[in-house]
């Protein structure tokens, strides 16, 4: 081990790092001059061909939707904007529906990021950016109006400075165990709103269990259980109503499901701990459907797995391919480390450990037939969201404030260079100005982009079609 500068010295380094990117120039928005449209098409390569469609009709209910569902387009725009040369690992899809609350091990509820399949090595700035964007994008179109959107962009920006400097002053173990419990939240808002919605959430993921979801979605047949077809959301891959092509890769295996399993599940016991392998060699296996989750995920293999233990008492598990992360793609900054993940999947675990406050005891990686990187974790376990949609702006101000909380604590955690971006950031609000007129230009151009991805799905360059409309394909 090697002493550490002094804080001073650090803070220093991070007030020096503005000469090479100026804190009022993080208004810029990179390099715009691409086709949105064929970006897309290059994030749906390999995906499952006939659930391409459903993604784009997720992503056209709206700009907000639409931006979600667009990371790629981003993290290609970022690659051309100041860089303060802090670099750590960032979550890369950092936008406000990828916050949400769940239980830690002690089952105690905690608001933190939720999905890390872009993680990767990168500028601090980056998840920042696509978060205050994600307000005034957002913002606009939920109604709220473009005064309103900028001041929800400011408060998640300040918020993120200000809970920066005080992580800065943390001890490294103090900081380890830093949490943010719903007890914070209810004690950290103003709104009666806020308060009442932080009140319901926690009576929300207390009846959010496995046992819980288990009638939902499965029956029970000749003691075994059946998680039931409800397409195009979730389907048995070799059933009736798969949507996988004749020609699809899965289509050719053969084997009985258990033998297909063993070796996936030998390797995702052995990315875990011994004592968490045990817990889970005492359940049996019940079913495994394909799983559609998200916007930006559609079409992307997911699957997920019952498990029942000897009392009848489920598990269920989702284990989800892991691609090339889009920061990956574009950023070529970050040093290569010789120990960093070259699994995919161990990538999305490396960096969920790291910035999540407490992560999901199963969590874990392998590689799927054809050698496919997946992740695994829990599905649904006490996990709830947020519903921006209901907010008003009071409530998505105070929002606002606790992401920008959550991120700074991520980063603080993950990067070990909270005295340094404290220090780059200073004490004033230049860096959150300068934010909010990158959220601002940024939002416009989402607005571009999604209108050029609109005449797309229009002229058939792309074809997009909704749930509703997949679903009656099935109708009897």
Known sequence: MTDMPIGEERRARGRAARQRAPRGSHDRIGDVDRDPVELLKKSSAGRV????????????????????????????????TPDSGIHLQICGDCHLS???GFATPERALIFDLNDFDETAPGPW????????????????????????????????????????????????LDLWYERITFERMYDSVQTDDARRRIKRGIERASRRTHETVLPKLAEQTANVWRIRDAPPAIFHIHGENTLFQPTDDVMTLT????EILTPVLKEYFASMTSER??????????????????????GTRCTVLLLIDPHGKPLFLQL???SKSVVSMFFKGAKHEARAPSHEGQRVVHGQRLMQAATDPFLGWSTGPFGRALYVRQLRDMKISAEP?????????????????????????????ALEIAGYMGTGQRLAEALVRY??????????????????????????????????????
């Not at 939707?65 to 051309?80: E, N, P, W």
């Not at 606009?140 to 001041?151: N, V």
């Not at 008003?392 to 070990?416: I, N, P, Q, S």
């Not at 940024?442 to 999604?450: G, L, N, P």
């Open 389 to 417: 949609e209901t907010f008003g702006a009071d409530t998505f101000r105070e929002y606002a404030g606790l992401c920008g909380w959550v991120l700074a604590r991520a980063h603080a955690k993950a990067g070990g260079c």
């Open 320 to 322: 989800k391919e892991a």
């Open 49 to 80: 061909e006939a659930l391409v469609p459903l993604r784009y009709g997720r992503m056209l209910a709206s700009p907000f939707t639409f931006y979600r569902g667009s990371a790629i387009i981003q993290a290609h725009d970022l690659a051309a």
């Open 125 to 172: 700035e980056w998840d920042l950016k696509r978060l205050i964007a994600s307000f005034t994008v957002g913002g606009r179109h939920l109604g709220h109006g473009d005064a309103a959107a900028d001041e929800f962009a400011f408060c998640a920006a300040e918020s993120y400075r200000l809970r920066m400097r005080e992580y800065a002053e943390m001890g490294v």
């Open 255 to 258: 084997e009985h499901r258990d």
């Open 98 to 100: 990828n916050f949400g």
């Open 277 to 298: 392998a045990a817990l889970l060699k005492q359940f049996s296996i019940q079913d495994l459907v394909f799983k559609v989750v998200g916007v930006g995920s559609v």
């Open 439 to 476: 959220g601002r230009a940024y939002a416009d151009q989402v607005e571009k982009d999604y209108d050029a991805f609109r005449a797309a799905c229009r002229d058939g360059r792309l074809e997009a079609r909704s749930d509703e409309d997949m679903a009656a394909d099935f109708a009897p």
